[in-house]
T-cell receptor
Framework: NAGVTQTPKFQVLKTGQSMTLQCAQD?????MSWYRQDPGMGLRLIHY???????DQGEVPNGYNVSRSTTEDFPLRLLSAAPSQTSVYFC??????????FGEGSRLTVL | EDQVTQSPEALRLQEGESSSLNCSYT??????LFWYRQDPGKGPEFLFT???AGEEKEKERLKATLTKKESFLHITAPKPEDSATYLC?????????????FGTGTRLLVSP
């Protein structure tokens, strides 16, 4: 039972490049979400999903896309990376909102 | 707009020196308040959920309490392994059950 697995752990991109952050969970959780964490700011919700085929925007969705084709996977796509997207990204899952299980994070630098 | 403010930003304690962390919140209808622990380079780890004023939860050296405006995380006789960043988050009745609003955290360092 691995919990929530995020890949890659570290990534460096150039401005304008695209990439996908992968997130997989093996707990059969319906709810999954993506947060970003920046110095001096709390975790901010980017996108979330309440089940396969259902996604919605969070607080800071611009520049990111998500899809949920299976219960297990919830990838986050950066369409055209910008320096403002330099951050640490966390994926989380839960059977209810009340106890989120977080992955170990993906540290992204955009040059 | 829902808001969470945590204080202090950083706290340094000697081993065995008890203290409290504060989480002040403004929400239009509190559905739940959450405490998480985050170690450097790791994702947050769930500690407690509190639902209503007057409620208390305990786990080892930690006790969380809740009033209508704030929550406290009391740390009794802390040990160096309690060093971490402690995050507070709220869930509002208005923003839906899917969304949590997090504070910026309190960095706790416990010296032996």
């Amino acid at each position: 039972n691995a919990g929530v697995t995020q890949t890659p752990k570290f990534q460096v991109l150039k401005t304008g490049q695209s990439m996908t952050l992968q997130c997989a969970q093996d707990m059969n959780h319906e709810y999954m979400s993506w947060y970003r964490q920046d110095p001096g700011m709390g975790l901010r919700l980017i996108h979330y999903s309440v089940g396969a085929g259902i996604t919605d925007q969070g607080e800071v969705p611009n520049g990111y896309n998500v899809s949920r084709s299976t219960t297990e996977d919830f990838p986050l796509r950066l369409l055209s990376a910008a320096p403002s997207q330099t951050s640490v990204y966390f994926c989380a899952s839960s059977s209810t909102i009340r106890e989120l299980f977080f992955g170990e994070g993906s540290r992204l630098t955009v040059l | 707009e829902d808001q969470v403010t945590q204080s202090p930003e950083a706290l340094r304690l000697q081993e065995g020196e008890s203290s409290s962390l504060n989480c002040s919140y403004t929400v239009s209808g509190l559905r739940g308040l959450f405490w998480y622990r985050q170690d450097p380079g790791k994702g947050p780890e769930f500690l407690f959920t509190l639902y209503s004023a007057g409620e208390e939860k305990e786990k080892e050296r930690l006790k969380a309490t809740l009033t209508k405006k704030e929550s406290f995380l009391h740390i009794t006789a802390p040990k160096p392994e309690d060093s971490a960043t402690y995050l507070c988050a709220v869930q509002s009745e208005n923003t839906g059950f899917q969304k949590l609003v997090f504070g910026t955290g309190t960095r706790l360092l416990v010296s032996p």
